[in-house]
């Protein structure tokens, strides 16, 4: 059974930070691409930056200089960091991770709430 838990997220004031953590366990064969999710109340979930196995990254302009995401391969664990926070940037924080277990899927956190208050 493969999960992927997060943590890290909570209520921060605007320009504040935090760090966001996911965890991959389980009988994992590999992990191919690792990645941060963000959906808020009536929009659409969207990526937030996504990293390879060999640490090449991928993060939409939104968040360009303020989010950076890294990587543990050891750990199956994936970071992100948050800084100059927005309330814009309110939202549930999901992981997703390609890998291979029995099968090469996706596979889905349950989710972080991040709260930024002006």
């Known amino acids: 059974q493969v999960q992927l838990v997060e943590s890290g997220g909570g209520l921060v004031q605007a320009g504040g930070s935090l760090r966001l953590s996911c965890a991959a366990s389980g009988s994992i064969g590999s992990i191919n691409v690792m990645g941060w999710y963000r959906q808020a109340p009536g929009k659409q979930r969207e990526l937030v930056a996504g990293i390879t196995h060999s640490g090449n990254t991928n993060d939409p302009d939104s968040v360009k200089g303020r989010f950076t995401i890294s990587r543990d391969n050891a750990k199956n664990t994936i970071y992100l960091q948050l800084s100059s926070l927005k309330p814009d940037d309110t939202a549930v924080y999901y992981c997703?991770?390609?890998?291979?277990?029995?099968?090469?899927?996706?596979?889905w956190g349950q989710g972080t709430q991040v709260t930024v208050s002006p």
């Open positions: 997703d991770a390609e890998l291979l277990a029995r099968v090469l899927r996706d596979y």
